[in-house]
């Protein structure tokens, strides 16, 4: 089994809908991340978590929350998709300050 | 701001010919630097990182990396490529003073030309 896990691998949704993308970690860090892939633009970072009671907004927080509802479970909603917000979607984990990250194999959305 | 730069966004390379994809970094203090690959339809592995002294670093599948300092650089190289080589390459810089959090590159796609 996967150190990271996200659920659903694929969703198909419409506008205005609520979506929620979950992930699960078995390393047992801390430190959690949420992260969308668009072609030519890398990774950039959307919401992340250095613990149960820690949540910080990234660089592209507008249109998605997060949940922490436990150290090992870190879950993106996103309240009312558009289309723009379709991507690919990764959550990461990590141990330490500067540490490398442990990705899941990704939840690719698509808003239509 | 910190970002990372990658300038080729898509390389091409012959199987078994030597390859260096490019990274350049901006971050006002000593970065911890990484270099992951992503395969057509799987999450990021990491291929190697760099924290702290010797700026030559080597990682697995046969890549190394270097830091310049002078030049914000942290190329990847490899001496020869193998087809299976074939994928998308990220750079990132982690941010000690904002948590460790990683600031990636926009990408190299790397084809290999049998």
């Known amino acids: 089994d996967a150190d990271v896990t996200q659920t659903p691998r694929n969703r198909i949704t419409k506008t205005g809908k609520r979506i929620m993308l979950e992930c699960s970690q078995t390393?047992?860090?801390?430190?959690m991340y949420w992260y969308r892939q668009d072609p030519g633009l890398g990774l950039r970072l959307i919401y992340y978590?250095?613990?149960?009671?820690?949540?910080n907004k990234g660089e592209i927080s507008d249109g998605y929350s997060v949940s922490r509802q436990a150290q090992a479970k870190f879950s993106l909603s996103l309240e009312s998709a558009i289309p723009n917000q379709t991507a690919l979607y990764f959550c990461?984990?990590?141990?330490?300050?500067?540490?490398?990250?442990?990705f899941g194999e990704g939840s690719r959305l698509t808003v239509l | 701001a910190q970002s990372v730069t990658q300038p080729d966004i898509h390389i091409t390379v012959s199987e078994g010919a030597s390859l260096e994809l490019r990274c350049n970094y901006s971050?006002?203090?000593?970065?911890?630097l990484f270099w992951y690959v992503q395969s057509p339809g799987q999450g990021l592995q990491l291929l190697l990182k760099?924290?702290?002294?010797?700026?030559l670093v080597q990682g697995i599948k046969g890549f190394e990396a270097e830091f310049k300092r002078s030049q914000s650089s942290f190329n990847l190289r490899k001496p020869s490529v193998h087809w299976s080589d074939a994928a998308e390459y990220f750079c990132?810089?982690?941010?000690?003073?904002?948590?460790?959090?990683?600031?990636f590159g926009q990408g190299t796609e790397l084809s290999v030309k049998p």
């Open positions: 990132a810089v982690g941010l000690y003073n904002q948590g460790g959090k990683l600031i």
């Open positions: 978590s250095f613990d149960v009671k820690d949540i």
């Open positions: 971050y006002g203090a000593t970065p911890y």
């Open positions: 390393k047992g860090h801390d430190r």
């Open positions: 990461a984990t990590s141990d330490t300050t500067g540490g490398e990250l442990f």
């Open positions: 760099y924290f702290s002294g010797d700026t």
